[in-house]
T-cell receptor, first 109, second 114 residues
Framework: KNEVEQSPQNLTAQEGEFITINCSYS?????LHWLQQHPGGGIVSLFM???GKKKHGRLIATINIQEKHSSLHITASHPRDSAVYIC???????????FGQGTRLTINP | EAGVAQSPRYKIIEKRQSVAFWCNPI?????LYWYQQILGQGPKLLIQ????????DSQLPKDRFSAERLKGVDSTLKIQPAKLEDSAVYLC????????????FGPGTRLTVT
């Protein structure tokens, strides 16, 4: 079993829909990252959080440390949000960044 | 502020050949990472540098992979000889903080080994 599991693996939605991507992890962490990867490989860091909730524009990330779970929400989704979204946790013990397998999001116009 | 630069963006080689990738991190960033991302998987850390010293290279296949960060700025990652399973995107990232602060990623180098 992977230390970081994301769901769903693939998600297709219509423009305007509210999107939720989930991340569960099994190790103690110092921080959790949400990353966005567009076709071609470039990765952009969206959030780094260790508690509570953060918001940037239409993106919201939440984390529940007790339940070892984080969610990334996109409100009013747009085709330009189509990308792979990756959850990565900083393993507190190993001091390594462990990545989930990614969620491929496609927003259709 | 200029981002993390990587070159080349794409490379196709035959198995048993050698290849080198270059990374120029964001100016002033002390920490540099090399990741390997195989298609359909998340990135896997190959090596982490703090200035010009290696912090973690536990997942670097040292029989064929090598990396250096001379003068604590640019870095090169080399594969010699390449195998088919080395086909992947090689990502470089940098961070301003010692340890695991927010990371800034380069565009990656897509390697195809035939």
């Amino acid at each position: 079993k992977n230390e970081v599991e994301q769901s769903p693996q693939n998600l297709t939605a219509q423009e305007g829909e509210f999107i939720t991507i989930n991340c569960s992890y099994s190790v103690g962490i110092s921080a959790l990252h949400w990353l966005q990867q567009h076709p071609g490989g470039g990765i952009v860091s969206l959030f780094m959080l260790s508690s509570g909730k953060k918001k940037h524009g239409r993106l919201i990330a939440t984390i529940n440390i007790q339940e070892k779970h984080s969610s990334l929400h996109i409100t009013a989704s747009h085709p330009r949000d189509s990308a792979v979204y990756i959850c990565a946790v900083l393993d507190q013990g190993a001091q390594k960044l462990v990545f989930g397998q990614g969620t491929r999001l496609t927003i259709n116009p | 502020e200029a981002g993390v630069a990587q070159s080349p963006r794409y490379k196709i080689i035959e198995k048993r050949q050698s290849v080198a990738f270059w990374c120029n991190p964001i100016s002033g960033h002390a920490t540099l990472y090399w990741y390997q991302q195989i298609l359909g998987q998340g990135p896997k850390l190959l090596i982490q540098f703090q200035n010009n010293g290696v912090v973690d290279d536990s997942q670097l296949p040292k029989d064929r992979f090598s990396a250096e960060r001379l003068k604590g700025v640019d870095s090169t990652l080399k594969i010699q000889p390449a195998k088919l399973e080395d086909s992947a995107v090689y990502l470089c990232a940098s961070s301003p903080l010692a340890g695991w602060g927010e990371q800034y990623f380069g565009p990656g180098t897509r390697l195809t080994v035939t």
